[in-house]
């Protein structure tokens, strides 16, 4: 095997270019190579060296987020814990402290799990990513990235640089909520991230709602916004939790039944619509909101 | 007796394995040594129908490829129905075909894709039930002729079984004023120890010497001497740090493979497992279990009578849970005052891993059943469940479910400080409820040895063959020692885990290590102690029975300045009659019932010696959309006798809460339709994490037991993992208004429980 360690941007695309396949904190692909899921590639590019991926920057209209930044900071970065809570909110649940500290905001993302806790309040805050290869760039919606459990719309030569998230509007708040069975060291049975924009009343504006674990990828509500625009909290949160069980087609497998999962992202959504609607209204509710608020009992 | 001045514990064995200087199986290295990787048959029933491994014998770098054609034709085991290797039938998964060792883990396996087998499917047996039917096929055929304890009843697949029978429990139960039945299904789980277990053999001439993570080092050697054919005295097993094992690591499992590898590529071999196949392989899993239970109750709250029955699930093999039945039928009875019960328990043979010993085996299953089912009776009658064990549970003098009458315990007094602490009765949030059970473990007095030897500078070595397996009972040893000779227990080094030095001892099985060896060590100590005094009295001119032992001196009565040093008095010795003691002790007797009417069958035992109780007050919270409960405080309280080492029993408390919200929340163990573990690995099988951890509190109902452990004591290492799961039931059941009636109570589980009628 071979690896490269990295330290600028230019290595790592001629790497990629040449067929290596990038590696930043490992905590999916060791581990599945562990588990035997597939084998370590044969040629790997260290990213963890290379400056520009570690920066998170707040430019006019945007937050540029370097794929590099792990979990651990996303969860304490004041400018994400303020103004992108839902994200902040889903790094603190993610695996173990260790995991936290080299696992990356880009891994997570490019990883492609269905079950990722990044993606929901990635996807209803509007982020892109921006996938560089030699001698191109472009910016890539996540809906569209998403292809399939563990697939992307990636070409093995680009790597995910930046997440970029628009700034979110006033008035507005976000919240990634999960269905946990302990506290740590745990992946989504269902999850649920949202982000509203909410009247000086509190009325709901407008809003976005994106579901984990009951899908072959991350997935958006469809219909959200409309369906809760100009309802009170309490209104939308049931409509929003009654549409969350109508579009989840979720699984049966070791974690929960199908009809289990059917019922609890119902109750997911309407809890991070909940959270998130507060947010926006001011409240502070600290991060994450499953400690905080007691989703899954888990105050 | 006070053991230490202060209440400082420092473990021998902790700085090493804090810091990383410790070393464990798999730390080893040996010259030349090889790589041993076992195939597992991976499938679930099966007859062979061609091994053939010539091929694989060529593979470059493969030194050995054995079979169990290449071994000594023997059964051995509780029922005597286990062999090294496959003996042409495939009855669980992890059977191990054949053992390749290897130069590198890459040459091994390829020998192992070299290796032709084949095998035709047999029906698989996945559930005790249908094992039990009348048309189901044996998973031993020809069981009848292998050997057993003349004591194991054999009928079809049934493994082993016990009964307890006292007084007329169908007259009890129909003239009772409530009869209520009730049925509890629990998932079997796993010990899940920290480190995968390794082992080690190298050869010198004709004996062996076996490094190995196991518990138990006497019976691994012993089953090595059985399987092999080899005297005692030419097979050494050492064990290192142990990295856990939580009865996982008991029995006898891959000594004598490794050995064998050893012996045949005339090298040394290593095997280190994987965490897959630390589950799927092992002769060890806590079994999975059915338990139904009828209850008469009189008007005025008492019982009248109790029926149980108990099934439980055995797997391929017999390994060590021959005497499953008598723990499940005990506790699928409890420590109540009933004069009339009669309790059947089954282990039945299926295709799954062989159940073993895991951490109070049966126990947290058949208590959570029993106390779930308690609760039950409580709520028919209109009773205060605590009320209502206080009327019926056991109590000095009182008689037990066997006849046993019992000595000084006090189960009282746990069931009154445990719900004194807990939140029980306060007003509490909507979605939060404390519930409370009992439960109770006995004592196994046993064999077991230590020497001392006291050196010329006065520092001593405990040279014990008990085991470390991370309870800190072998730790404690220095303290009983110090205790007896005036010494610090830091004056002591421990010598231990290994067979060809210490005295034999059962090993860290059956919480008996301080029971059994700290009275050997206290008797060793004690031969020495007498040697002082008989010196000192030389020295001081005075008679021996004045002389006093204490702060690293010895000294007359009365008169602690104008001693002399045990150090001094070391010296002396080094150049005559050395300061040596050796002690073992005749083991405790186990009581018979007096008077008894009862009549246990089989593998039981009338008589508890020792019994050991507990009460847990356990409050929770339920999410009722997700059905998710979480644990927010545990209150325990425990008769273990006499408390020898406070820190070190407290950490059992808090360890064995910890495995038992595990058990009763999350860690199952889940089979496919083929029989095989779906979740074998840690992604799947929901351990508890730190970040779950509740505040635990702990009461010592230090009652003094004659007779027992040294200083009064009992034992502590299993007691706490037997009545947690019933409280979280309990608690849940309050909240849900049912008992969730399988084990764990999953967060799915709760919430369907909640869209039942009744709810």
New interface residues.
Partial sequence: MTLTIATSLDEVLTALAEGARPIAGGTDLVVGAR?GKSPLPDSLVAIDRVAALSQIESADGHIRIGAGVPHRRLMSDTLIVERYTGLADAAALIG?PSTRNVGTIGGNVMNGSPAMDTGAPLLTLGAMVELRSVGNTRQVALSDLWTGPGRTSANPDELCVYIVIPQPPALSGSAYVR???????E?A?VGAGASVVVAEDGTIVSGRVAMTSVAPTIVELAGASDAMAGLSLVEAAAVIGAMASDQAVPISD????DR?RR??IG?MAARALDAAARRAGGEQIGVPVNRSL?????? | MVIAESPRFMRADGPDKVTGSGRYTADLTLTGMLTAKFLYAGVSHARITKLDVTAARHVPGVFAVLTQADVPDIRYGSVADRTLFSDGVIRFEGEVVAAVAAIDTKSAQAALDAIVFEYEELPVINDVEAALEPDTPLVHENWATYDADDDVSRQANVASFTSITRGDVDAALAGADRVISSRYVADASHAVPIEPRGVVAQWEGDRVTIWSSTQVPFQARDGVCEVLELPTNRVRIIVPHLGGGFGGKCGFHYEAHIAALARASRRPVRLVFSREEEFLAPDRRREGMIIEVTSGLNADGTIAGRRSRVLLDNGAYSSDAAFFPHMAAMHALGPYKIDHVHAEASSVYTNHQPSGSVRAPTAPQACWALESHTDELAKAIGMDPVAFRQLNAVDTGATGVTGQVYDEIGLQECIREAVAASAYGDELAD?EAVGVAIGWWPTFPGASGAYIKVDSDGKGVIITGAQECGTGAVMTLPYLAAAELGMAPEDFELVYQDTSVGPYDVGATGSQTLLNNGRATVEAARQIAVQLKQLAAEKLEASPDDIVLNGGKAFVAGSPDSGVTIAELAAIAADGEMLLGRGSGAPPETPEAPNTVSCVGDQGMNGWAGPQFSCHAVR????R??G???VLEVNTAHDSGVIINQIGASGQVEGGVLMGIGQA??ERT?YGADAKQ??A????Y???????APPISIHFAEVYTPDMGPNGSKPIAEAPNVATAAAISNAIAKLVGKPVRLLPM???RV??TLQEDGA
Avoid: P
């Fill in positions: 588990q173990s269905l946990e069975y302990r506290r740590a060291m992946i049975v070791l974690r929960g039944s289990y019922h609890t109750v007691g989703i899954g009992a888990a105050r | 979605d929770i919270r339920l999410d959309d997700t998710v409960v979480r929340l999350t889940v779906m979740n690995g840690l992604l799947e929901k351990l508890q994490t730190m970040a779950d999953t967060a799915e919430w369907e």
